[in-house]
């Protein structure tokens, strides 16, 4: 009999310990590459990219999606779209209080971003 395949490893994309070095480093595991892509293709639209700063950036961690709306020129389920995404990716998270959803950036998944990012400074 065959042997079942072996589980991948889960990358935990909370902490805040880097998921592997950085690309410029050594290659980026497939299982790594996989975890993380997703982030990467949702950063990759201009409406989503902006709204994720916002997010990111905040006064108190987090910012009523009342508040995102008015700063785009685009409709209400437009916007709605891009923060489903970027919350399909892990980036936020959403807390719906009343008839309004707040939003919160997941500070692991974009430590984790940047820690692959990361490049070592030029030596002179």
Request: aromatic share 4%; glycine share 6%; hydrophobic share 45%.
């Amino acid at each position: 009999m065959s042997q079942p395949p072996a589980a991948l490893p889960v990358l935990d994309l909370d902490t805040d310990t880097p998921c592997c070095p950085p690309l410029a480093q050594s290659r980026v595991p497939a299982e790594t590459a996989a975890a993380l892509a997703p982030a990467f293709k949702a950063l990759g639209d201009p409406v989503r990219l902006r709204l994720m700063s916002m997010i990111a950036s905040a006064d108190g961690g987090e910012i009523c999606v009342c508040d995102l709306t008015p700063m785009f020129d685009l409709t209400g389920p437009t916007i709605s779209h891009h923060l489903r995404t970027l919350r399909e990716a892990g980036l936020v998270s959403a807390e719906r209080r009343g008839t309004w959803v707040y939003y919160r950036a997941r500070p692991g998944i974009l430590r984790q971003l940047a820690a692959l990012l990361s490049v070592a400074p030029d030596r002179a």
